[in-house]
């Protein structure tokens, strides 16, 4: 999803610098920045004039929480983590590392985040097509997964494995309130899985628990579309 923001400098007040943007919430995002002093002020108007409220942030510390419209102050914890992707879309790194992380928003430049973990789609392509021009290979391969899941599921787990699934969760659940990103959720899920699976082998010297690893996995790669989806 593309955001196009509009910039305006050498505006006169505290202010110099403007950023905003018209979001396909019928919503209008304003962001000042006074880059001497290290001050932001974000500010929501719904342009349907049921809402407006802002925020002023100074090097990474909100000090301000203010209805608009009647300038008393309120806690804008949920409204502005509900737009934290909008507001981390800004194409400025110094103004979002200004922001400091409040609600959620990235310290960097949303576009160059979703680079570094959008998945290589031509070769994904490739390779799936490589696997479907051979389908008696990949029949055989099916059934021998299957096989195989079927016996492992059998398994009881051990103590080690419900620990390493509850590390998952805890730690997806801890990593989705900090920045309400299913895409980090996600990474974080699998990391778990990953780092489990190399637990077994390297250290409790057994085979992987795979239904554990299942259990990890699955939920994070639909934690994964999710995030691809909705950015």
């Not at 949920?78 to 194409?91: D, G, N």
């Not at 979703?114 to 994904?124: A, C, G, N």
Request: charge should be positive; aromatic fraction near 14%; proline fraction near 3%.
């Amino acid at each position: 999803m593309r955001y196009s923001w509009k910039y305006i400098k050498g505006r006169g007040g505290d202010y110099p610098e403007l950023y905003f943007l018209d979001s396909q919430k019928k919503e209008q995002i304003q962001i000042e920045v006074n880059r001497i002093k290290g001050l932001v002020k974000i500010f929501i108007d719904t342009l349907e004039g049921e809402d407006s409220f802002y925020c002023v942030i100074s090097n990474g510390v909100i000090i301000r929480e203010r209805d608009f419209k009647t300038g008393k102050n309120r806690n804008l914890e949920k409204e502005f983590a509900q737009r934290h992707i909008e507001i981390s879309s800004l194409p400025d790194n110094e103004v979002l590392r200004v922001i400091g992380g409040n609600y959620g928003i990235l310290t960097q430049f949303l576009g160059k985040a979703e680079r570094k973990i959008q998945p290589d789609l031509d070769e994904l392509n490739n390779f799936f097509q490589k696997i479907l021009s051979h389908p008696k290979k990949l029949l055989t391969t099916i059934l021998n997964i299957f096989n195989f899941l079927y016996k492992s599921c059998l398994e009881r787990p051990k103590l080690s494995d419900v620990l390493d699934a509850a590390l998952a969760v805890s730690l997806g659940f801890a990593i989705y309130n900090i920045n309400f990103n299913f895409l980090h959720t996600s990474l974080a899920a699998f990391s778990c899985s990953l780092f489990s699976g190399y637990a077994d082998w390297l250290f409790r010297k057994k085979e992987p628990y795979l239904l554990k690893i299942i259990l990890i996995t699955v939920p994070s790669f639909v934690l994964f579309y999710l995030g691809i989806s909705y950015h």
